[in-house]
């Protein structure tokens, strides 16, 4: 059975830092393109950030350059989301996903999500 799970969402003031984790089991962890995106109350979901499996290569959402950073321990199997100068406008409750399509940016074509962890700012 795959089981994603993030951690690290909290109540953080503008300027702050989080950093979320997502581990992942039961799936070869290796071949699976990773991402997270969010979604805040009375909006659709979007993408923030993924992580490709084969050369480690990623690609945000324009919103998020220069503020946010993705990255992956393989031997851990863990997807990770250093967000920095976080700003009222990115509470959401924030989602890792799998996928093997590498249409990252589509949330369609990842397999499996997690259960999504709040990250609120304040002012």
């Known amino acids: 059975q795959v089981q994603l799970v993030e951690s690290g969402g909290g109540l953080v003031q503008a300027g702050g830092s989080l950093s979320l984790s997502c581990a992942a089991s039961g799936l070869l962890f290796t071949r699976y393109y990773m991402g997270w995106f969010r979604q805040a109350p009375g909006k659709e979901r979007e993408f923030v950030s993924a992580i490709s499996w084969s050369d480690g290569s990623t690609d945000y959402t324009d919103s998020v350059k220069g503020r946010f950073t993705i990255s992956r321990d393989n031997a851990k199997n863990t997807v990770y989301l250093q967000m920095n100068n976080l700003k009222p406008e990115d509470t959401a409750v924030y989602y890792c996903?799998?996928?093997?399509?590498?249409?990252?940016?589509?949330?369609?074509?990842?397999?499996?999500w997690g259960q999504g962890t709040q990250v609120t700012v304040s002012l």
């Open positions: 996903a799998a996928g093997r399509d590498y249409r990252l940016r589509v949330g369609a074509n990842y397999d499996y």
